[in-house]
């Protein structure tokens, strides 16, 4: 961080994404500020979002590709073990829940799981590292480098409103156009008497319709809190070491005390993402009402 | 902050994560641990059987063992009386040979006897008739008195 910097400069800087859009004065190109990102609208993409994230996706793939090549019913190796060791604890949590066949859902979850991790991971890295290295890199001293994905909210909810798409083909699939109308209108509410019930329609649809968005807004937004929550208190741990030996020294016990904490976040948010899926798409396979 | 295109982005790549893992990743690990979990139920199948087969075996051994004893104890019996069979006969054999020896003896005995008895009684007989040729101071006559002599000795 820059000397001259005031402290809520440096947290806006580092809250700011690197995005890159249509800028109705500049056309096609990188924003210089927060407010001209604003001013791109819809179609912008944030650049360091997309490419650290599509780096760990990379990253994951890779790593379990390469441990599924080489993949033996005999004695496994390290990193055989270790995916096997993911990969039976996502199945068992699949069987747990999901009593259907469907092949989509292990991986999917699978997929959740180490991908939320691992961008959940670089929020234990120093705030100030990889957009330092980027900036050294990029030859701009004040680039703008968001390294948690999942401080992004574009990210967590572009995640969850996928699984909102698998939620509705499912439910479509599973129950037909009108056993999901159906399930939206007929619930929780309902009456022998006809006049009633078509009174009662608008009721259960509200009722049934916030809960079906829920899903995937409490989804995303669970995530992004989390983890945008402990990023802020790096950030604000990491302004403390530009206030002079005590702060800096309080400041590097605080970092350490607030990782090893975060750890168990990180882990646990990945977790919950992961099983809410599952638990979410169990529900599209049910059809009980 | 904003909402924008990068919830797109991230979506496309998710699913193609998603498909990545779904078709290279997911089914050779799962696989490989059916296959591993069928091997280990299959070899600890295996070693219960093994350990049923050993022990019937085990019982197996123990009864042919059962078996033998009994057998040798039979033939030891056998062999046994078989052996004072033996022993019996044999000495009975001896016994009546020894009869037949004791016999035998006796005969040869009594036969030498007779002999013995035959020659004294002769001698006895010519013995008395010089006797009493002396005591009588005359000579007898042999011839004549032959017939009395042989009388006697066949008294005696």
């Known amino acids: 961080m820059a000397a001259a910097e005031t402290a809520s400069g440096y947290i806006q800087h580092h809250l700011t994404n690197l995005t890159y859009g249509q800028h109705p004065v500049n056309g096609w ?221 309080l400041g590097i016990a605080l970092q350490w005390a607030w990782a090893v904490f975060h750890i168990l976040i990180i882990v646990l948010q990945a977790f919950i993402f992961m099983m809410l899926t599952i638990v979410y798409l169990s529900m599209a396979h049910e059809d009980n009402h | 902050m904003n909402i924008n295109a990068t919830l797109i982005g991230q979506s496309v790549a998710f699913f193609i994560f998603v498909l990545f893992c779904m078709k290279y990743v997911w089914p050779p690990v799962i696989t490989a641990l059916q296959e591993r979990q069928k091997k280990i139920a299959d070899g600890l199948d295996a070693a219960s059987r093994a350990a049923r087969d050993l022990e019937l075996a085990q019982e197996k051994v123990g009864q042919q063992l059962r078996e033998a004893k009994g057998q040798a104890a039979e033939i030891i019996e056998q062999a046994k009386k078989r052996g004072t069979q033996i022993v019996d006969e044999a000495r009975e054999q001896a016994r009546v040979e020894a009869d037949r020896v004791k016999a035998q003896a006796l005969a040869e005995i009594e036969q030498e006897l007779n002999g013995v008895k035959d020659a004294l009684r002769a001698q006895l007989g010519s013995l008395a008739v010089s006797g009493a040729e002396k005591i009588l101071g005359a000579s007898i006559d042999q011839n004549a008195h032959a017939e009395l002599v042989s009388k006697l000795a066949a008294e005696i």
């Open chain 1, 29 to 249: 190109s990188f924003a210089h500020n927060a407010k001209e990102a604003q001013e791109m609208g819809f179609w912008a993409f944030h650049v360091d979002t997309l490419a650290v994230s599509v780096v760990l996706g990379l990253f994951f793939i890779l790593l379990f590709c390469a441990a599924a090549k080489r993949a033996t019913s005999g004695q496994p190796g390290k990193l055989q073990n270790f995916v096997e060791v993911l990969v039976e604890f996502v199945d068992g949590s699949v069987k747990d829940t999901f009593h259907g066949r469907n092949a989509l859902i292990a991986p999917l979850g699978l997929t959740i799981f180490v991908w939320v991790f691992l961008m959940n991971f670089m929020d234990l890295i120093p705030v100030d590292w990889l957009p330092m290295l980027a900036a050294k890199i990029s030859g701009d001293p004040h680039l703008y480098f968001r390294v948690v994905p999942t401080t992004d909210p574009n990210a967590t909810l572009g995640l969850a409103l996928s699984v909102f798409a698998l939620i509705l083909y499912y439910s479509i699939k599973v129950k037909g156009i009108g056993g999901f109308i159906g399930e939206l209108t007929l619930h929780p509410f309902g009456s022998k008497n006809v006049f009633v019930q078509a009174l009662l329609i608008p009721v259960n649809f509200l009722l049934e319709f916030v809960t079906l968005i829920a899903k995937p807004i409490s989804l995303a937004l669970r995530l992004f809190g989390n983890l945008y929550a402990g990023e802020l208190i790096f950030i604000l741990i990491a302004i403390m070491f530009g206030g002079g030996l005590l702060l800096g020294a």
